[in-house]
């Protein structure tokens, strides 16, 4: 995919620029069709001499020369920044957001019911490395060819779905957002438990991510049960067996339930 439109990325933090090095990695956009924005002139100047893209401190200025605006401030900034690019905004234009906890509805209404198209997006930390997952909630002015247009953007980071009922994002936001972080908790113990076991430090820690990671990407690639691969590897007396004995004594498969519940509750309330 090509993108033709120019696109103006709000906030050149970490996910900010991680969508610009991806969307111009995988060739999908000039450098020139670009425009960051950050509050910082110098940080403004550091992206542009690594990126080669129109950068600024100017919201107004970038938002005018776009045709898709990308929201990648802090979520406590979101109100001020549609202020002041809600005069440059039209219908010929679309508003994707990836700040944390902040509805399309609330953003339309700031936008002061201008029917400008919004699409919510929740990308994880593994977009870093474009092995990401993106979950998409259009508003209710997006239109086919804007979502489209999104879901081509967000596949340059890594695995992309859609939901239609946004009050789903806070799940995701506890599960896709905040999954990551779980994962290398049980990456960090699984690596601790190699080391008390005799095992190096460093060669403990690539035999626990790269389980994990192969666990997970048999999982995405066979389409079979979570359970069913763990019988595979389950031998009847064997050693996984007792391994998962532990697990269960200790409350695994509990605790991460208990840990979704509770970030999902914490997400709803971020988000009122």
């Known amino acids: 995919m090509k993108i033709k439109q120019n ?14 090095e991806s969307l111009l990695k995988n060739q999908v956009i000039n450098p020139s069709q670009i425009y960051g924005t950050t509050v910082q002139e110098v940080h403004a100047n550091r992206i542009k001499e690594k990126y080669q893209i129109n950068t600024g401190t100017d919201n107004m200025a970038a938002v005018s020369k776009s045709d898709i605006i990308v929201l990648a401030v802090k979520p406590q900034m979101i109100p001020q920044v549609l202020k002041q690019i809600a005069p440059a905004l039209s219908k010929e234009k679309f508003v994707i957001s990836i700040a944390a906890a902040i509805r399309t509805t609330f953003i339309e209404e700031q936008l002061n019911n201008k029917n400008i198209s919004v699409i919510r997006a929740m990308p994880n930390i593994a977009s870093l490395v474009n092995e990401g997952m993106t979950v998409l909630c259009p508003g209710k002015f997006v239109e086919r060819e804007q979502l489209e247009l999104t879901l081509g953007i967000f596949r340059c980071l890594g695995k992309v779905e859609t939901i239609y009922r946004e009050e789903l994002m806070d799940v995701v936001t506890a599960l896709s957002g905040s999954g990551p972080a779980y994962s290398y908790m049980m990456i960090e113990s699984l690596t601790d438990g190699g080391v008390r076991m005799g095992l190096p430090r460093e060669l403990a820690r690539k035999l626990a991510a790269q389980s994990v990671l192969g666990g997970a990407k048999m999982v995405l690639e066979t389409g079979l049960h979570p359970a069913l691969l763990k019988d595979e590897v389950t031998t009847p007396a064997g050693v996984t067996i007792d391994g998962l004995m532990e697990l269960e004594d200790g409350g695994f498969r509990v605790a991460l339930i208990k840990a979704i519940d509770r970030a999902t509750h914490k997400s709803k309330q971020i988000s009122q």
Do not use: H, Y
């Not at 696109?7 to 969508?19: D, E, N, S």
């Open 7 to 20: 696109i103006a990325v709000i906030g050149v933090g970490k996910m900010g620029t991680t969508l610009i």
